[in-house]
T-cell receptor, first 115, second 109 residues
Framework: DGGITQSPKYLFRKEGQNVTLSCEQN?????MYWYRQDPGQGLRLIYYSQIVNDFQKGDIAEGYSVSREKKESFPLTVTSAQKNPTAFYLC??????????????FGEGSRLTVL | EDQVTQSPEALRLQEGESSSLNCSYT??????LFWYRQDPGKGPEFLFT???AGEEKEKERLKATLTKKESFLHITAPKPEDSATYLCAVQAHFNKFYFGSGTKLNVKP
């Protein structure tokens, strides 16, 4: 079945460590996104990519980095510069086509906890 | 300022007790309004897309409607399995989505 796979589901990190969250999609979507979800808040955009080898910062990009070397993959690295990384991270993709309108499809999420 | 506000934050219903969830928005150039269902510890699951005022979509016990300033998610005769957080999102510009903070629905048997 087509979908978005995120791994790992749970991740624990010590302060000062970088960690990478994986996101793979087999929906053949051009656009991919990373969101952060905190209790009581709406989803906030970290980074997005419309095409391979291109990506743009979202609203809260500081302390994060991404790459888009393949259409199917959009990994997110949470660096030690991110001051409050404990959160639920969601990867999404979308196929806008010619209408430039389209829903986001989400993965199951990765919960990162800093010890 | 573009924003999306959902109300109430939490809603407790008895099984069979119908109600509505609200999503009000202030964005310029609305391209689409989306409803999602999110279960604890899971990613949001897509429910509906609405594009223009007056549009309605239905799926089982759920019905979504849209006006120029808000959307409603009507839940008719809910069951305990409808318990979840319902998220509203608005697409304002290409690749720009604004999310509300959600309504947590609890349906008691």
């Amino acid at each position: 079945d087509g979908g978005i796979t995120q791994s790992p589901k749970y991740l624990f990190r010590k302060e000062g460590q970088n960690v990478t969250l994986s996101c793979e999609q087999n929906l053949n979507h051009d656009a991919m996104y990373w969101y952060r979800q905190d209790p009581g808040q709406g989803l906030r955009l970290i980074y997005y990519s419309q095409i391979v080898n291109d990506f743009q910062k979202g609203d809260i990009a500081e302390g994060y980095s991404v790459s888009r070397e393949k259409k199917e993959s959009f990994p997110l690295t949470v660096t030690s510069a991110q001051k409050n990384p404990t959160a639920f991270y969601l990867c999404a993709s979308s196929d806008f086509g010619q209408s430039i309108t389209g829903e986001l499809f989400f993965g199951e999420g990765s919960r990162l906890t800093v010890l | 300022e573009d924003q999306v506000t959902q109300s109430p934050e939490a809603l407790r219903l008895q099984e069979g007790e119908s109600s509505s969830l609200n999503c009000s928005y202030t964005v310029s150039g609305l391209r689409g309004l989306f409803w999602y269902r999110q279960d604890p510890g899971k990613g949001p699951e897509f429910l509906f897309t609405l594009y223009s005022a007056g549009e309605e979509k239905e799926k089982e016990r759920l019905k979504a409607t849209l006006t120029k300033k808000e959307s409603f998610l009507h839940i008719t005769a809910p069951k305990p399995e409808d318990s979840a957080t319902y998220l509203c999102a608005v697409q304002a510009h290409f690749n720009k989505f604004y999310f509300g903070s959600g309504t947590k629905l609890n349906v008691k048997p």
